[in-house]
C-alpha cells in the first residue's frame, strides 16, 4: 500500500509517504510559505519511494484543528492532487498525529489555539491502539477539562506557552511533558493505513478542514 501525508497545520509543514509501512519524510519551519515548501516535499518524498501518483492508494491530510490558512493549503492541496488520478483521501486529527508521535499510553495534547486558548485532546492505549478518550476542542488554558488518574504525557505547543498554568491544573497527574512534538505527516500516513486498507477513503470532494473553533481573531477590545 503506497500512501502520501501531508500537514500545514501549525508554523511547520511536512509530506510523508508509507510504502508497506516504510516511510520517508521531510519536515520544514515553513512560515507564511505552506504552499511553497509543501508542493516541494512532495516531489522530494514521491521521489525517493519511486511512487507516482497513480500508484497511491490514498491520500492523507492533516485535517485540524491547527491554523486555519494551513488547515485549507493540506486540504486544497489533497484534493488537487486526488480529483485528477480518483485517489481516495483521508483527514486525520492533528492532535492524534502528536499523540501518537508520543509512543505513550497516555496523552492528553495541547496545541497553541493562540487567542489565549488550546486545541485540547486525550487520547489512551487500549490493546495497543491509541483511542480518543476526549475529542478535540478549544479552550482557555485555565479551563483545560480535567484528567483521569495518573500516567499521563503532555505534549505539544500548549506546554511551551502555558506550561505553569496547565501544570498546576494536572499537577501529580502529568509524568512526563514533551512540548516540542507537533503534528507531522509521518504519524498521519500511520493513522491512515488502517483507513485506507479498509476502504473508508472518502472522494476528493470530501475532503474538509475540522477548524474547531469559529473565531478567527480577537477584537481590538478583547486584545
Not at 491520500?59 to 490558512?69: E, K, L, M, V
Not at 472522494?203 to 474538509?208: C, F, I, R, S, Y
Request: hydrophobic fraction near 45%.
Amino acid at each position: 500500500m503506497n500512501i502520501l501525508a501531508i500537514d500545514a497545520s501549525t508554523e511547520y509543514c511536512s509530506a510523508a509517504l508509507w510504502v508497506d509501512g516504510a516511510v520517508s519524510q521531510r519536515v520544514a519551519a515553513a512560515g507564511q510559505g505552506h504552499s511553497e515548501q509543501l508542493l516541494a516535499m512532495i516531489d522530494a518524498v514521491m521521489a525517493e519511494g519511486g511512487a507516482g501518483l497513480s500508484t497511491l492508494d490514498g491520500i492523507a491530510y492533516g485535517q485540524g484543528p491547527g491554523s486555519f490558512t494551513g488547515l485549507r493549503v493540506a486540504c486544497a492541496v489533497a484534493q488537487g492532487l486526488a480529483f485528477p488520478a480518483g485517489i481516495p483521501v483521508a483527514g486525520i486529527g492533528t492532535l492524534h498525529a502528536m499523540a501518537l508521535a508520543c509512543a505513550a499510553p497516555r496523552v492528553v495534547c495541547c496545541l497553541d489555539a493562540r487567542m489565549r486558548e488550546v486545541y485540547h485532546a486525550t487520547y489512551e492505549q487500549a490493546d495497543g491502539v491509541l483511542i480518543e478518550s476526549s475529542a478535540p476542542r478549544v479552550c482557555a488554558p485555565d479551563a483545560a477539562p480535567p484528567l483521569r488518574g495518573t500516567g499521563w504525557t503532555g505534549c505539544g505547543s500548549g506546554f511551551t506557552v502555558y506550561g505553569d498554568t496547565l501544570r498546576r491544573i494536572y499537577d501529580s497527574q502529568l509524568g512526563a511533558v514533551a512540548p516540542g512534538i507537533h503534528p507531522r505527516a509521518s504519524e498521519m500516513a500511520r493513522l491512515a493505513a488502517p483507513v485506507f486498507a479498509a476502504g473508508q477513503g472518502v472522494p476528493a470532494e470530501g475532503a474538509v478542514p475540522l477548524y474547531v473553533r469559529d473565531k478567527v481573531a480577537l477584537k481590538t477590545a478583547e486584545r
